[in-house]
């Protein structure tokens, strides 16, 4: 495949393709690349304000607390690009706040973010 000029190699490159299988968000990229990411991690780093919390005037982090997962919490039922830049991630339980940006989802391809147990407090057993 030519590439354009002005091709900037620190652009992530474009998903071809979405899938969820199993437990996993499979992407496909344009560059022939292909990244896993476990359901229930991209759940628990949600970039919504709601999740990960909103910063005031003054740089404070404004965190709610985290609502109980339950069991459909960590399940996809559909997936959306959103402006070309973003994907958007519609989770069993009705959230679907956060808007994941191709970049940061290549990037957690390459190392996801560390996550703390998951507290069992905030699992709540299915209905
Ligand atoms: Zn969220």
């Known amino acids: 495949m030519a590439r354009e000029a ?15 299988i ?3 968000l499979a992407i496909s990229w344009s560059d022939g690349t ?13 970039p919504c304000a709601g999740c990960a919390g909103e910063r005031d005037l003054f740089g404070r982090l404004a965190k709610p607390p985290q609502k109980p997962y339950t069991g459909v ?6 997936t959306s690009p959103v402006g070309g830049y ?5 989770w ?4 679907s706040d956060g808007l994941y940006p191709w ?5 957690w391809g390459e ?4 996550l703390p147990p998951l507290e069992v407090k905030t699992l709540l057993p299915a209905l």
């Open 111 to 114: 190392k996801l973010p560390e």
């Open 6 to 20: 002005g091709y900037d190699p620190s652009m992530a490159p474009l998903p071809a393709n979405v899938l969820v």
């Open 92 to 95: 069993k339980d009705g959230h």
């Open 34 to 46: 292909e990244t896993y990411l476990p359901l229930q991690a991209l759940r628990r780093l949600c």
């Open 22 to 24: 199993g437990n996993d």
């Open 86 to 90: 973003a994907l958007q991630l519609f």
């Open 103 to 107: 970049k940061v989802l290549k990037e």
């Open 73 to 78: 919490s960590f399940e996809v039922a559909a």
